[in-house]
């Protein structure tokens, strides 16, 4: 009897040292893989334009917010204008800047790009750095844009698409200048070209993951584009941020069920806005990175997508796709 007690006590010990050791394991992984780095460049904008898009609120606010203290004429291209006031009057009254202005940007509705651009052009001598960073991830039920796209990939992808497009001339003229495509990690959840290519197959689940692959493939195809006419493109992932698009509203079941699974599972693991908005910074300013335009970024870094988002075909057949969505014949 005792023998066999002796052997249970031993087990037992080592089975408990095992699950520490494990359990330590993964608190140090996970650790070092969710601290967020903070970018410690000095540079500074003055008498540089910044546009950043979506800038009323979450990552986007605090990238507008950056860009003024550094000296920037920061637009804050909103869709609401009493909130995208708002913003930019916060902005002036935290960092002293002056230069931190709302300009009405709706990216549901092309007009409203177009617009916009039209503003942009006939008031602005300079475009040094154009943030795509507005976008949404709730359901839009049957909505679509003028194309026949769902209403997601027309916020998410498109728009970002022709604005780029109607202010190239004016990035051009201001070389170096830099684009920049807020993704998201989500984007490797899509797997397949078909969510590309036939448009009933817009779930909603994977449609949000869809624009964000759509992020990517539109600045790596952008980059060879523009390549040799000073203007560089990155794509990038800005970390998991606390903010409504974590949170998106549905009424089917499942997206409850996600709405669910974000409020109560994701919230603890999320960083703060300020670290959300470093990688923005980073790949905005950061000098070194001129060599990798049309390469994507997460946590300050060079990182590597999903293997469909590295897929030229892809990409150009994407650019295809958009040209054709928003009336571009040639970019
Ligand atoms: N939060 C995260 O964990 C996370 C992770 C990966 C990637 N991202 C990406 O980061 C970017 C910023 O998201 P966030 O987390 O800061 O979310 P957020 O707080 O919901 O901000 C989204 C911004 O986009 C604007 N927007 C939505 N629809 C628009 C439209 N039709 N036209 C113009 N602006 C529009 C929103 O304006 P309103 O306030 O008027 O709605 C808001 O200013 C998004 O591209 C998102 O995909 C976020």
Known sequence: MAFYWQLYEDVTWKVYVGLAAVVCLAVYSFRRWNTPAFYRGTATLNGKTVIVTGSNTGIGFESALNFARRGARVILACRNPSKGEEAAAKIRELTGNDQAVF???DNAKQESVRQFA???LREESRLDIL????????????????SGYDLQFGINHLSPFLLTHLLLPLLEKSAPSRVLVVSSIAHKMVNTLCYLQSKQAWEETVAYATCKLSNI??????ARQVEGRGVTAY???PGMVDTSILHPRSSRLHGELLLFFSR???RPFCISLEAGAQTTLYCALEESITSYSGRYFANCKLAKPSKLAQDEKVASQLW??????TGIENY
Do not use: M, Q
């Open 118 to 120: 039209e503003v942009i």
């Open 264 to 266: 109560n599972i994701l």
């Open 320 to 325: 295809d796709i958009s040209c054709k969505a």
């Open 235 to 237: 794509s990038l992932h």
């Open 217 to 222: 493939l539109f600045a790596a195809e952008l």
């Open 131 to 146: 943030v795509h960073n507005a976008g949404v991830s709730r359901c839009h039920g049957d909505e679509k844009t003028e």
């Open 103 to 105: 300009r009405l940007l």
